[in-house]
């Protein structure tokens, strides 16, 4: 019970191979070798996001990528419709009022996914409306929108359809150019299973022309000038070289396996945990949950905030708590990152033993005989 | 000669401690493990930066510091000095100009430092003047200002000093407090010999009222957020875990030897550099030369950008070669990051190799002779 175990929705536990990468001598960014890195990585990257368009890399973390996927695409002023179900949510309309937007939040339960109409609508009613916000998975509910739904929709106007695809990118499936989508942000140290510190960003062909006109100031998170840079077979600043190998390492192993492959693994963890965590009496806290993340509610009166330390300080698993208005009453368990069956089964035993601690009734042995059964009947 | 060696202006050799702790399993950024690391190396910052201040991290390269430096200080219409001696003097003018700072270029002829007469002259004429910027080394010319000198200057009226100190923080006495200077900024990749990722600001008491107030939005690099979050113990976004794990084993190191003798190594690196160099017939290119990396001239006619990338793939030594009107010219070395003498002695013996190559008369083994007996006569 003593080997730490890191499930959090990111980061997360890193491919031993990405270790061994990570301490490899220092290369400098400016040579020969890293130039045959940096081309692959950003073909790489395309294959990840499923697009034709270039995706390019920046030294931030996801939230870097949230602010420069507006900056590039804002002008003070704009009509933007955010929708507004978590966290991350509030992340997207705050920066976006803080760049000169007018920002209209499209509040939803937290927990529950957008409801297609209400955008539908709104969109009908303020045909003016530049951009719509939106996350493909909510990382703070451990809930997903109907990305592909929404881009169908958000495409048949003259708005963008811009999607925080953080903790969706590398864990399920969400194909850019397929849904629609007008500009895409991913973060490393999520389905890419890196550490943070790389962001990743496209643009499609709708929002590019946004990005060559519009009017917010921006330099360390301009693309135009990273476009340039990637043209000659650079990029514009210092590298994160370490991180930029490993990407090249874990886009590889990607592309050899398939992106399906990987995703069914994800997907099959998320199943697993679900299922075992209902068996022991937890139930969902999403009504639409994500393959990346799940969240559980925490038994009524249950001190949620002490159970996540207790679990980490007593039996060295990190799992994650509620935010804000789910502070103290949810647990998130991470299904993305380097996770082998024995880590799943150790963090329900452990949970079992933790929640047992706080007085639930629960058998850890029999949690731990269910999961051995259900894995076995569900390979990989 | 075949083991690689790495002595550019950064990034540097890493210490084989920090590749260790690369590599180690990720941990959370929100565990009390992660909280004890953040606290030490808030603490250990203020000790590198010699300031009373708070010092910020922030996921970003240097250019990133740069733009946060300015986007925290400036309001449209603010008159900024901007001390332009290369390629980094024009990076922070350009930043200003595109956050709609008036900005003045006080040009400098690239290889020499600022007349401080100048400076003194324009912020006379010029008395509304918000923010002086200059670089502590403009690491594209392998130069230094005269940092103390400028502080006192620019003390005197009501301008803030904004000193880019990537090539300088950890590489050579910049103490911020006692230079006067109103925002510092530094580069992980440099002087704290750690992976590019991670960069670090602080500003002085005159600065924070203009940080209060200034009017350009700003969300990703706000220091006023990230400076509540660290009151609360945190950090505002994730955190690279590996690089601060990292710093905090640097910063430990440094504190330990003691900031005085950390920067006397990196001087006899220096001084051992330009002493061979000028033996084997090299010229400086600065007229006031840095401890941190060393610029030589190359002999009038030789192919400089040819010599590099020859140096680098027949001898495995990664050193840089001149930027934008130094293209081609100058040959530059750093001497920060993880630095053995055998490392110095053989990138001296390979630098002669190579211009034996490209018909520069020299004898290699005399160099070799010559080096071991100079570090000899001036040991650490």
């Given at each position: 019970?003593?080997?730490?175990?890191?499930?959090?929705?990111?980061?997360?536990?890193?491919?031993?191979?990405?270790?061994?990468?990570?301490?490899?001598?220092?290369?400098?960014?400016?040579?020969?070798?890293?130039?045959?890195?940096?081309?692959?990585?950003?073909?790489?990257?395309k294959f990840l996001f499923q697009?034709?368009?270039?995706?390019?890399?920046?030294?931030?973390?996801?939230?870097?990528?949230?602010?420069?996927?507006?900056?590039?695409?804002?002008?003070?002023?704009?009509?933007?419709?955010?929708?507004?179900?978590?966290?991350?949510?509030?992340?997207?309309?705050?920066?976006?009022?803080?760049?000169?937007?007018?920002?209209?939040?499209?509040?939803?339960?937290?927990?529950?996914?957008?409801?297609?109409?209400?955008?539908?609508?709104?969109?009908?009613?303020?045909?003016?409306?530049?951009?719509?916000?939106?996350?493909?998975?909510?990382?703070?509910?451990?809930?997903?929108?109907?990305?592909?739904?929404?881009?169908?929709?958000?495409?048949?106007?003259?708005?963008?359809?811009?999607?925080?695809?953080?903790?969706?990118?590398?864990?399920?499936?969400?194909?850019?150019?397929?849904?629609?989508?007008?500009?895409?942000?991913?973060?490393?140290?999520?389905?890419?299973?890196?550490?943070?510190?790389?962001?990743?960003?496209?643009?499609?062909?709708?929002?590019?022309?946004?990005?060559?006109?519009?009017?917010?100031?921006?330099?360390?998170?301009?693309?135009?000038?990273?476009?340039?840079?990637?043209?000659?077979?650079?990029?514009?600043?210092?590298?994160?070289?370490?991180?930029?190998?490993?990407?090249?390492?874990?886009?590889?192993?990607?592309?050899?396996?398939?992106?399906?492959?990987?995703?069914?693994?994800?997907?099959?963890?998320?199943?697993?945990?679900?299922?075992?965590?209902?068996?022991?009496?937890?139930?969902?806290?999403?009504?639409?949950?994500?393959?990346?993340?799940?969240?559980?509610?925490?038994?009524?009166?249950?001190?949620?905030?002490?159970?996540?330390?207790?679990?980490?300080?007593?039996?060295?698993?990190?799992?994650?708590?509620?935010?804000?208005?789910?502070?103290?009453?949810?647990?998130?368990?991470?299904?993305?990152?380097?996770?082998?069956?024995?880590?799943?089964?150790?963090?329900?035993?452990?949970?079992?033993?933790?929640?047992?601690?706080?007085?639930?009734?629960?058998?850890?042995?029999?949690?731990?005989?269910?999961?051995?059964v259900w894995l076995k009947e569900?390979?990989?």
């Open positions: 019970m003593s080997n730490p175990i890191l499930l959090a929705p990111g980061p997360v536990q890193l491919h031993p191979e990405v270790q061994k990468i990570l301490a490899q001598p220092m290369i400098h960014h400016r040579t020969p070798e890293f130039d045959q890195i940096l081309a692959r990585t950003l073909k790489g990257l697009t034709t368009q270039p995706v390019f890399m920046q030294t931030s973390t996801g939230s870097g990528a949230m602010e420069s996927a507006l900056v590039n695409l804002l002008s003070p002023g704009d009509e933007v419709l955010a929708i507004v179900s978590g966290k991350f949510g509030e992340r997207w309309a705050d920066i976006a009022e803080v760049y000169g937007a007018k920002v209209t939040r499209l509040n939803v339960e937290w927990g529950s996914a957008v409801k297609l109409e209400d955008v539908r609508t709104h969109l009908k009613q303020n045909p003016q409306t530049k951009i719509v916000l939106s996350q493909a998975c909510e990382t703070s509910t451990a809930t997903v929108h109907d990305i592909r739904e929404l881009g169908r929709i958000v495409s048949e106007t003259d708005a963008l359809f811009v999607v925080d695809g953080i903790t969706a990118v590398g864990a399920f499936p969400i194909p850019m150019d397929d849904y629609k989508i007008d500009a895409l942000i991913a973060g490393s140290q999520k389905g890419v299973m890196l550490p943070t510190g790389l962001s990743f960003i496209s643009f499609s062909e709708k929002a590019w022309k946004h990005v060559l006109t519009a009017k917010t100031p921006r330099y360390y998170f301009d693309v135009r000038k990273e476009f340039k840079a990637n043209q000659n077979g650079e990029t514009l600043f210092s590298s994160p070289v370490p991180l930029v190998k490993s990407l090249d390492f874990i886009l590889s192993m990607l592309q050899n396996m398939g992106l399906n492959q990987h995703f069914k693994e994800i997907k099959r963890r998320a199943d697993f945990t679900r299922t075992t965590g209902q068996k022991m009496g937890l139930s969902l806290y999403s009504q639409a949950p994500s393959d990346s993340v799940t969240a559980f509610r925490l038994p009524e009166g249950m001190k949620g905030a002490e159970l996540r330390t207790h679990l980490e300080q007593k039996y060295f698993v990190t799992v994650m708590g509620g935010q804000d208005q789910a502070k103290g009453k949810i647990l998130r368990i991470g299904h993305m990152g380097y996770i082998l069956d024995h880590h799943m089964i150790e963090t329900m035993e452990r949970l079992a033993l933790g929640l047992n601690d706080f007085g639930f009734k629960i058998d850890a042995s029999k949690v731990k005989a269910w999961s051995e569900n390979p990989l």
